[in-house]
T-cell receptor
Framework: AQTVTQSQPEMSVQEAETVTLSCTYD???????LFWYKQPPSRQMILVIR??????QNATENRFSVNFQKAAKSFSLKISDSQLGDAAMYFC?????????FGGGTRLMVKP | SQTIHQWPATLVQPVGSPLSLECTVE??????LYWYRQAAGRGLQLLFY??????ISSEVPQNLSASRPQDRQFILSSKKLLLSDSGFYLC????????????FGPGTRLTVL
C-alpha cells in the first residue's frame, strides 16, 4: 500500500522569506502523480501544484515550486517570498490511479 | 467552469439521529466522486468513492453509507449517528481516467452531541 509521510507537523517562516515543506512517499508504481494542497482556516482544500512522475522537470507555479526526487521518493514544496496568506495546513498527496493518498499535513505559520 | 457544492455547511445532530449530506457538481459529466472525513488537526480519510451512477466503493467499514442517485450528485448518509462521526466532511470530484487531481467542495462541519 502506498503511504505518504510529512515529517514536519509545524513550520514557521518570516514574511518574505523562503520555506521548504518535506514529503516522502512509498510506492512500487512507476507512473503516478503528486500534488500539494493548501487548506487555509476556511478548510477549503486548494490545489497548489502538481507533478507528473514521468517528468524530470520540477513543477513551478508562481512562488511555489517543487523538488521532485523520484529515486529518493521525495517531493518537497518550496514557497518563496512567503506572504501572510500562505499560512495554512499543507498536504502532500499521491495518486496512482483514481484515488489520492494524503500525508498527515504540515501547519505553516507566517510571521509578519 | 466546474463548481462543487456541499450542504449543509454546518450541522449539529444528537447521537442516534439520521444524517444526510449532499454534494453536487456542475460543469462536468461522469466525474469520479469522493467523500472524505477530516478529524480536527488531522489528514483526510477517504470514506467512499464512485466512478458512476449507483457504483459505490467503501474504503473504511463504518456507520456511514453513500449513494449516487444521479451523475453529479453524491450523498453521504447514516441511519444512526455516533459521537465518533463528528468531523469535517469533504466531497471531491475528479475527471475519469485516473491520475487526476481532485477538486474539493467547501465541506460540512458535523458535530454529534
Amino acid at each position: 500500500a502506498q503511504t505518504v509521510t510529512q515529517s514536519q507537523p509545524e513550520m514557521s517562516v518570516q514574511e518574505a522569506e523562503t520555506v521548504t515543506l518535506s514529503c516522502t512517499y512509498d510506492t512500487s508504481e512507476s507512473d503516478y502523480y503528486l500534488f500539494w494542497y493548501k487548506q487555509p482556516p476556511s478548510r477549503q482544500m486548494i490545489l497548489v501544484i502538481r507533478q507528473e512522475a514521468y517528468k524530470q522537470q520540477n513543477a513551478t507555479e508562481n512562488r511555489f515550486s517543487v523538488n521532485f526526487q523520484k529515486a529518493a521518493k521525495s517531493f518537497s514544496l518550496k514557497i518563496s517570498d512567503s506572504q501572510l496568506g500562505d499560512a495554512a495546513m499543507y498536504f502532500c498527496a499521491y495518486n496512482a490511479g483514481n484515488m489520492l493518498t494524503f500525508g498527515g499535513g504540515t501547519r505553516l505559520m507566517v510571521k509578519p | 467552469s466546474q463548481t462543487i457544492h456541499q450542504w449543509p455547511a454546518t450541522l449539529v445532530q444528537p447521537v442516534g439521529s439520521p444524517l444526510s449530506l449532499e454534494c453536487t457538481v456542475e460543469g462536468t459529466s461522469n466525474p469520479n466522486l469522493y467523500w472524505y472525513r477530516q478529524a480536527a488537526g488531522r489528514g483526510l480519510q477517504l470514506l467512499f468513492y464512485s466512478v458512476g451512477i449507483g457504483q459505490i466503493s467503501s474504503e473504511v467499514p463504518q456507520n456511514l453509507s453513500a449513494s449516487r442517485p444521479q451523475d453529479r450528485q453524491f450523498i453521504l448518509s447514516s441511519k444512526k449517528l455516533l459521537l465518533s462521526d463528528s468531523g469535517f466532511y469533504l466531497c471531491a470530484w475528479s475527471d475519469t481516467g485516473g491520475y487526476n487531481e481532485q477538486f474539493f467542495g467547501p465541506g460540512t462541519r458535523l458535530t454529534v452531541l
